[in-house]
């Protein structure tokens, strides 16, 4: 199986959850958006649908994807997960992450 470490739908405001992941015995971190949820932890159930191992469960909060200005924009946090740490989800997005809510 393929490992996409990020998924998201581009330009729509959606939840996203930070997980780390265990496959052919290394670990990944994952960071899954879906603007067709209403709380996180039904990502963390599709993940788990998707055939892959969750270690550990790292947070959560809202992203917009922008492709085409190679920007993804991260805030917020999820009330059940907590903040996903930001370091870790520029180690899966890089430089593409703006901390605000996009205007």
């Known amino acids: 199986m393929k ?9 729509i405001k959606q939840k996203f959850v930070l997980v780390r992941v265990s496959q052919s ?3 990944h971190l ?27 469960i790292l947070g959560g909060g809202w992203l917009l994807s922008k492709p085409e200005d190679r920007v993804v924009y ?3 946090k999820s009330d059940r997960l907590g903040l996903a740490p930001i370091e870790l ?13 996009p205007e």
Do not use: C, Y
């Open 3 to 11: 490992l996409e470490t990020f998924r998201a739908t581009p330009l």
């Open 30 to 56: 994952l960071l899954w958006g879906n603007p067709d949820i209403e709380w996180h932890m039904q990502i963390i159930e599709e993940i788990t649908n998707a055939g892959h191992e969750i270690k550990d």
């Open 74 to 76: 991260i805030w917020g």
């Open 25 to 27: 015995n290394k670990e």
């Open 89 to 101: 989800v520029r180690e899966v997005l890089g430089d593409s992450v703006v901390e605000s809510e």
